[in-house]
């Protein structure tokens, strides 16, 4: 596995890299199939609080093995890439070519990156997520369907930052084609009636900016258009946020 490879490559470095690593392994086994990933257990631990407890808490694994049989391999593929080498998956790539068929495929794999890494707690590789689906929906003029909208309630809770990401673009969407798409958008809000009660606590806290004269936009981040660079972010008290630091998205 691509965890493995990692694991092959890093242990041909210095000794200061061995140190931070640590030479405990894991595995874990994700999805109905058990798809085996084999960690750094330091590594892991030190970037998942999720991981630390299993491993180090009361709830502690056994033998250094432990099952997500409901998880998803290709996202847990990505988390290995983003813990050793600091990046998601790429766009455009032969995966997902720079076209709109590219972009939806591509943003349905995020979507699965954030579900994941928001279970976890790992909130660098959910905001950079985020960041990466709101820039190419931005610049491909794509938004959140009605049938994603239903599966991000389903998988997320109340104080989820992707639910907020669905509920700005809706209501942007209508500012532009009211007419057009009320009717989904309430036939929506009857059957995620968590959405419809979002929507209109949205509405009431942004509906000057949203319906006055500033061009709101939730694909932008900073100035009058924009709600803020953290806003579909989740950071833990005095976390820096990977954009104030002068990081780029990877």
């Known amino acids: 596995s691509l965890a493995r490879s990692c694991i092959v490559y890093i242990s041909t470095g210095t000794d200061k890299e061995h140190r931070t690593l640590g030479t405990e392994i894991v595995t874990i086994l994700v999805g109905p199939k058990r798809k085996a990933f084999s960690l750094h257990k330091k590594l892991l631990c030190s970037r998942s609080a999720y991981f630390n407890k299993a491993f180090n808490g009361g709830f502690k694994e056994t033998e250094g093995t432990m099952y997500l049989p409901e998880d998803d391999p290709t996202a847990f593929d990505a988390l290995v890439v983003f813990i050793y080498q600091n990046r998601l998956p790429l766009f455009p790539s032969k995966q997902f070519p720079a076209n709109i068929e590219g972009c939806d495929c591509y943003a349905g794999v995020l979507e699965r990156i954030i579900f994941f890494a928001d279970k976890l707690c790992i909130n660098e590789l959910a905001n950079k997520s985020m960041d990466l689906m709101q820039d190419l929906e931005m610049e491909y ?103 104030t630091a002068g990081l780029s998205e990877t």
Not at 155 to 162: A, L, W
Not at 199 to 210: D, K, T, V
């Open 141 to 243: 003029s794509r938004l959140v369907n009605p049938e994603r909208i239903a599966n991000v309630y389903k998988r997320t809770g109340p104080k989820s930052k992707f639910r907020l990401y669905c509920t700005a673009t809706r209501c942007y969407d209508l500012r532009i084609y009211e007419s057009e798409r009320m009717e989904r958008v309430k036939k929506l809000a009857i059957e995620v009636p968590e959405f419809g009660a979002d929507m209109l606590e949205f509405n009431s806290q942004y509906g000057p900016r949203i319906f006055g004269k500033t061009k709101f936009d939730p694909g932008i981040r900073d100035g009058e258009a924009g709600l803020g660079r953290c806003f579909f972010h989740t950071h833990y008290p005095g976390e820096i946020c990977h954009l």
